[in-house]
């Protein structure tokens, strides 16, 4: 066979169907002596150039140098292939995957509070539940005992949509009556969520943050379920077996008797910074249900009672981590939210 570019084509295919196939370093060396060895393939067709008239010698010899060089760059590349993987043992590892810069996202510190707070109540047989944020007038104030004039709501200057009757939820005992209409008694419920209130920002106010909202209805509920519900749940929260409360009235239209619960500072014994050294800190506002309330969603008070607990999950999350400003929680400072 006289030399010509199809012979050449034929050799670099067969070449590279033989690379294909090649596992082991000492077989690809095989290939490397069949082809560019003394005796190879391509120093035969070199010794064949030499035979040939001028004019096919310059048109094959460059075609033949680049076979050259392509089968010794594709040897090449195939034993540092074969190499390190017999190094790492067959298994590949791609050490430039490795990036110091890069860095793993982490959940936000709400969704972290959210967690533990459904873990706590899941685990003392409450239901997590969930209820709209745009409300209406009915359940964010009317079914909670709170009727149009009622000078109670004031208390939380609300975000009033354009829509008649329509609202954002300024907190998320409005889910009460959601549930109280939906479910069957006995009702167990936790409801985190975000709500809504026109207010000026401050360290310790926001206008959009997280409240949750437990409520419990069945025969002979007493106050006494309320404050072991409430102690255990802070207890669970701030991890202390030692945990007190103690109760102060309060006022919210939808309970009677309504309270407010401190817990015992969980960060001192005498007095700290964080209970503003009187060792008692403000958490949770509760109450019994009002009989008007259970009125309300067809529910007798002479038969059931009931009683509910509200908190805001961002001052909870606040206390729990030193967070001594509400308004990181939606920044995008990263050397905070990182932090978690
Ligand atoms: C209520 O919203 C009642 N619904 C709570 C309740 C439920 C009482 C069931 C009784 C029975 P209040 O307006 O106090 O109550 O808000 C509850 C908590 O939300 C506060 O204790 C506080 O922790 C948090 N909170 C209130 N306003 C803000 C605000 N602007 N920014 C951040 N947290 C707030």
Redesign the pocket.
């Known amino acids: 066979m006289t030399l010509n570019q199809k012979e050449i084509e034929q050799i670099h295919h067969m070449f590279s169907q033989a690379l294909t196939k090649v596992t082991t370093l000492e077989a690809l060396e095989v290939i490397r002596i069949t082809y560019l060895g003394r005796k190879g393939k391509i120093t035969e067709l070199m010794n064949q150039l030499k035979q040939l008239p001028v004019e096919q010698k310059r048109l094959l010899g460059p075609v033949l140098q680049e076979l050259r060089q392509s089968l010794t760059t594709k040897i090449e590349a195939k034993k540092s292939e074969l190499e390190l993987k017999q190094k790492t043992n067959g298994s590949f590892f791609d050490v430039t995957a490795y990036d110091p810069a890069h860095k793993n996202g982490s959940l936000h510190v709400y969704s972290l509070i959210n967690q533990q707070l459904e873990d706590i109540f899941i685990s003392m047989g409450f239901e997590v539940v969930s209820g709209p944020e745009l409300e209406t007038d009915y359940y964010n104030f009317e079914s909670l005992n709170i009727p149009a004039d009622h000078p109670a709501r004031d208390?939380?200057d609300t975000f009033w949509l354009n829509l008649p009757g329509k609202l954002l939820r300024?907190?998320?005992?409005t889910v009460q009556a959601h549930c109280m209409e939906e479910k069957k008694l006995p009702l167990a419920i936790f409801a985190p969520g975000r709500v809504f209130?026109n207010?000026a920002t401050d360290a310790?106010?926001?206008?959009m943050?997280p409240?949750g909202?437990v409520m419990l209805i069945d025969k002979k509920i007493s106050i006494a379920n309320l404050l072991a519900t409430a102690k255990a749940f802070l207890q669970e929260f701030f991890g202390q077996k030692d945990l007190k409360i103690r109760t102060r009235p309060g006022y919210?239209p939808?309970?009677e008797p309504?309270i407010e619960i401190d817990g015992s500072c969980p960060f001192c014994k005498k007095g700290c910074s964080v209970c503003k050294y009187t060792t008692w800190i403000?958490l949770l506002?509760?109450?019994l249900v009002h009989p008007n309330v259970l009125r309300c969603s067809g529910i007798n008070p002479e038969k059931y009672s009931g009683f509910?607990?509200?908190?805001?999950i961002?001052?909870l999350a606040m206390l729990k981590y030193g967070i001594n400003d509400?308004r990181l929680f939606h920044s995008d400072k990263l050397s905070f939210l990182e932090q978690f």
Do not use: K, M, P, Y
């Open positions: 208390l939380q300024t907190h998320t005992s209130r207010e310790t106010h926001d206008f943050f409240q909202e919210f939808f309970v309504g403000e506002g509760a109450g509910a607990i509200g908190f805001g961002a001052r509400i």
